[in-house]
């Protein structure tokens, strides 16, 4: 099923209620400073994070399986005076001709990713993607037990928006729940027009708990370098609101066809 939020009008909105997590972009502009290897940014969308690392010179080439995400990326590069290479591909079958230095999944775009079946295959093709002394980078957010409390399917953080270059005025609120069987969060994105009218987009994402994506990365030949609880580089702990997992491959690659 595609996320309606990522395709067709939708994406015009995305760039002005979604900002990403707290610290991303700073982190890996820090983590990829002075950096010469090329960078695969997977789920790149429309480009809030590519943007930045083009333009501090860093080699990225922007993946996503939204093509009209990366229309938006491709229109906001041009004045920028960037022009990214894009990739419309699903993490899980892309055959790219080259093996990058460094693989990113950004902003939770790993929790697009509802089956075990899914991860691993997007895993494991990450992994053919790498060069053998390469990093994968992402993150997923830690899921926190008070905030799911709160996942009563009620509407909340109405959050008016001024389109830039229109004076339409959307206002954006949002619900949440939270099935614990197949650890998947339910949210609404509800977009109330001037003119009253209103569009419901849902949206799906997969939580994952530490030692779930820490088998995961095993099964799929990745060592775990580190694993942080913060854009601001702190250790993953109790509480910790992100989990950006810094890992590379290991000596044996798994074959697919053993890890179902
Ligand atoms: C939350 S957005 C992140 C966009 C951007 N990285 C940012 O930081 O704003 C997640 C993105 O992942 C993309 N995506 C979802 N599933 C994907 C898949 N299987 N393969 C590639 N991209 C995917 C979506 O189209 C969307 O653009």
């Given amino acids: 099923m595609k996320e309606k939020i990522y395709h067709d009008k939708y994406v015009q909105y995305y760039d002005y209620f979604q900002q990403g997590v707290r610290g991303d972009v700073g982190f890996y502009l820090s983590h990829f400073k002075n950096f010469r290897g090329s960078v695969l940014e997977i789920g790149a969308g429309t480009g809030r994070i590519t943007t930045p690392l083009m333009k501090a010179g860093i080699n990225v080439t922007a993946l996503d399986s939204s093509a009209d995400m ?79 409390a709160e996942g009563t399917w009620k509407w909340f953080g109405a959050d008016k928006k001024i389109l830039p270059g229109t004076k339409r005025k959307v206002v954006v609120d949002l619900r949440n729940r939270y099935d614990f069987g197949n650890q998947i969060m339910y949210q609404e994105y509800r977009f109330t027009y001037p003119n009253g009218k209103r569009d419901i987009l849902p949206l799906r994402m997969r939580f994952f708990f530490r030692f779930e994506v820490g088998h995961l990365l095993h099964r799929t030949g990745f060592s775990i ?17 992100e989990m950006i997992w810094i890992c590379r491959p290991s000596i044996t690659m798994p074959k697919m066809s053993g890890l179902i």
């Fill in 70 to 148: 990366l229309a938006i990326l491709k229109k906001k590069a041009k004045p920028l005076g960037i022009s990214p290479r894009m990739i419309h591909a699903d993490m899980r079958t892309m055959r790219i001709a080259q093996k990058f230095d460094a693989v990113i999944v950004t902003f939770r775009a790993f929790q697009h990713l509802y089956t075990a079946r899914d991860q691993l295959a997007a895993l494991h093709s990450i992994r053919k993607h790498l060069k053998p002394r390469g990093v994968l980078i992402f993150d997923v957010y830690a899921p926190s037990i008070k905030y799911m």
């Fill in 225 to 241: 370098i580190k694993l942080l609880g913060d854009f601001k580089g702190h250790p993953y702990k109790h509480g910790s609101p």
